[in-house]
């Protein structure tokens, strides 16, 4: 089946330092990725969205590159801020038509991530 | 996001009946409720597209959902148990089951006694 992982449960930094969260998933298929973050005490939004045509997604400067020949996913961000600290979720969605897995959003088990001054 | 509204936000039962309800204003086809416990990530429980049922994971028969229209989503529980302490979140997406793209309501936490 359909798993994510994602390496890191907690990645502590300093403000203005470089964001990597890594992400890396298995499917059959060749999937949808995306990011979703989560504050503290807040619902689950979606921060980014793998294109299927190879494009590199970008939201509140953080962006994302889906390499199909790692599998990986990961989220980059080149500074990070004070409220970029939240838990964030690498998630795998099957494409259309695939059966058994229609609206199966496969989620990774999520790292926290907290800047300090 | 005021889009998709929850109720209640928070409810602490015994061994209780209780509903939860969901209304999203958002047109979208697809509405889900996902299970989310302590330290984990959300877990789908169900999924209706269009008013249908079509994903009911493995989910305890004291969980029952209901789509009244296309915007509405309940999800009824009886006799709750200690396991079922957790936030609920209602969840939407606009073209259907297959996007990935959710948007989640705020969420009702559940605490059981």
């Known amino acids: 089946g359909d798993s994510v992982t994602q390496t890191e449960g907690l990645v502590t930094l300093t403000e203005g330092l470089p964001v990597m969260l890594n992400c890396t998933y298995q499917?059959?298929?060749?999937?949808?990725l995306f990011w979703y973050v989560q504050h503290l005490n807040e619902a689950p939004k979606l921060l980014l969205k793998?294109?299927?045509?190879?494009k590199r997604p970008e939201h509140q400067g953080f962006h994302a590159t889906l390499h199909k020949s790692s599998s990986s996913f990961h989220l980059q961000k080149s500074s990070a801020q004070l409220s970029d600290s939240a838990l964030y979720y690498c998630a795998l969605s099957p494409p259309a038509n695939t059966g058994a897995n229609t609206g199966k959003l496969t989620f990774g088990h999520g790292t926290i991530l907290r800047v300090h001054p | 996001n005021t889009k998709i509204t929850q109720s209640p936000r928070y409810l602490i039962l015994g061994r209780a009946n209780k509903s939860l309800e969901c209304e999203q204003h958002l047109g979208h086809n697809a509405m889900y409720w996902y299970k989310q416990s302590a330290e984990k990530p959300p877990e789908l429980m169900f999924l209706?597209?269009?008013?249908?049922?079509?994903r009911n994971e493995t989910v305890p028969s004291r969980f029952i959902p209901e789509c009244p229209d296309s915007s509405k989503l309940l999800l009824h529980i009886s006799a709750v148990d200690p396991e079922d302490s957790a936030v609920y979140f209602c969840?939407?997406?606009?073209?259907?089951?297959?996007?990935?793209?959710?948007?989640f309501g705020e969420g009702s936490k559940l605490t059981v006694l």
């Open positions: 499917s059959t298929y060749s999937p949808f």
């Open positions: 793998s294109f299927t045509d190879n």
């Open positions: 209706y597209n269009l008013k249908q049922l079509i």
């Open positions: 969840a939407s997406s606009l073209q259907g089951a297959n996007t990935g793209q959710l948007y």
